[in-house]
């Protein structure tokens, strides 16, 4: 019986979608069961109301980075797993620069400010963002100056560091602020153009960027 992935969590969400990508380059099937993080109906599958939690081959998983390294290993042969210990090494450091530098940056005083603010019928805080900028831009050529050395973040082969990294790049560029950032940095851009040619980015895409909220 061919294993199938659900998951719990927002349907438009960073973290959601990169546990999705995951289990699309390891040939599985997903669905999401949107639920709001916070909630009453999240803390049924995660104890801290994060999302998101998964369950897979009558197991179940939250945290992200678990639920990755899960299907890539025990569905993917660790193929987004490098095998030398410095790979893994950088892979995991890179994930975690995603995850807890990145990620909040750029989410939290770019893209809700810009973008979700006014679907959400609020006026943008413009100082917000502006005080923000340089602060995205240093996050960003953090990431620029790696790829500059390596083609992607944990060596030379694409990995889960790539899979984290993606959604949060392609969020950040929901706001045109961050679009201008990213065109100016080559490395990144290119890192960016190609992984979106990926069949499991595509898979995984959401309908409307702009819909962050």
């Known amino acids: ?17 990169i546990c999705a990508i995951v289990a699309a380059e390891a040939g599985l099937t ?17 104890p801290f109301m994060r999302s998101p939690a998964a369950y897979i081959d009558d197991l179940h998983f939250y945290e992200s980075p678990a639920i990755c390294s899960y299907l890539d290993r025990a569905h993917n042969q660790s193929a987004l797993h490098p095998t030398a210990p410095e790979g893994q090494a ?5 994930i975690n620069v995603a995850s807890h530098y990145v990620f909040p940056i750029t989410e939290e005083r770019l893209v809700m400010p810009r973008v979700v603010a006014p ?6 805080d413009e100082k917000l963002i502006a005080d923000a900028l340089p602060v995205v831009r240093y996050h960003l050529n953090v990431v620029e100056a790696r790829l500059q050395e390596v083609a992607f973040l ?14 949060v790049i392609e969020a950040t560029c929901a706001a045109p602020e961050g679009v201008a950032m990213v065109a100016e940095m080559p490395a990144l851009k290119a890192w960016f153009d190609a992984l979106g040619q990926r069949p499991a980015m595509q898979e ?8 962050m909220a």
């Open 90 to 94: 950088r892979m995991w450091q890179w």
């Open 154 to 167: 944990a060596g030379a082969a694409y990995s889960l560091a790539d899979s984290f990294m993606y959604p």
């Open 30 to 46: 997903w669905e999401i069961i949107p639920t709001g993080s916070g909630s009453k109906e999240m803390a049924e599958h995660h």
């Open 1 to 17: 019986m061919t294993s199938h992935l659900t998951l719990y969590g927002p349907t438009v969400s960073s973290f959601t979608r």
């Open 204 to 211: 995984t895409a959401w309908p409307d960027i702009t819909q």
């Open 119 to 124: 679907l959400m019928g609020r006026t943008p």
